[in-house]
């Protein structure tokens, strides 16, 4: 009479390990293979800039015009931007058509971030792949919106009130440029705060109920965060940056809540 093998302890955690790769999308990668994904993928988004930038190029003077818009309408009547360096005009617009590039390129970059990033997912998390490029991708528009219509603009309305008749407001462009860049930059992360709860909800690694209870912690750590990534030490630029923190973590709770793990059904209450 044959003998049927048992499958032993061994045997079953062999077969949970092929299982959990099947359902992750395959075998494991390697460190090496990990390295050389990711020197594709970096590859592939600098093509992607280098496109965008020769795309965007021909409306450079345009692009220009519009992102020092808001410290013009500052300007006390009369008052020009200056640069005191030779190359530092040109060097601007070589810098502004690398940001636009990479602002055109920005949903193929977000596409290229989740390709490294999902081998290590299971199948049912691979799914996330179009909401995490759309979300992340209208967060850094809309913090750049933020930015440069209601942040930038009324911070220097707010520099721009010292100026009398003994002491001239005429900001430096590069200056002025190297402030907007990091708040556009500072802007684009914080508002990708929805994006991170959604996901982290559908983990279900934060539920609403987490997040509204520790509303007080939350405020203390968003006016930290806002002191350090602010580009100036300024209380006023603290404050316009933990504003939208403050609404966005509001926003935040109602996503975990539409979004993340219901409530138990009855039979498991």
Not at 1 to 29: C, K
Not at 163 to 176: C, I, Q, R
Request: with cysteine; charged share 15%; hydrophobic share 55%.
């Amino acid at each position: 009479m044959a003998l049927v093998p048992f499958p032993g302890p061994q045997g079953s955690a062999a077969q949970l390990a092929h299982e959990d790769e099947e359902e992750s999308g395959g075998a494991r990668m390697s460190f090496l293979d990990h390295l050389d994904e990711l020197r594709r993928r970096i590859v592939n988004s600098c093509i992607a800039i280098a496109v965008g930038v020769a795309a965007t190029f021909y409306w450079i003077d345009w692009i220009f015009n519009f992102i020092l818009a808001p410290t013009r309408a500052a300007l006390p009547p009369g008052v020009k931007l200056i640069y005191t360096q030779p190359g530092e005009a040109f060097s601007l617009y070589i810098t502004i058509a690398l940001i636009a590039g990479a602002v055109v390129a920005s949903p193929f970059i977000m596409l290229q971030v989740w390709l490294f990033i999902a081998p290590g997912l299971y199948s049912n998390e691979k799914k996330l792949a179009i909401p995490f490029v759309l979300l992340t991708t209208v967060g850094f528009l809309g913090g750049a919106a933020f930015n440069h219509y209601i942040a930038f603009k009324y911070l220097m309305i707010f520099f721009g009130s010292f100026n009398t008749p003994d002491l001239a407001f005429m900001p430096k462009l590069e200056d002025v440029f190297g402030l907007y860049s990091k708040m556009l930059l500072g802007m684009g992360l914080v508002f990708q705060m929805p994006a991170v709860v959604f996901f982290l909800a559908k983990m279900r690694l934060v539920t609403a109920r987490f997040l509204a209870s520790n509303f007080k912690y939350a405020i203390l750590i968003i006016f930290v965060v806002a002191a350090v990534i602010t580009p100036s030490g300024d209380m006023m630029t603290q404050t316009i940056f933990a504003a939208p923190m403050l609404g966005l973590y509001l926003l935040s709770i109602v996503i975990a809540w539409v979004f993340g793990p219901k409530r138990l059904k009855a039979a498991e209450a």
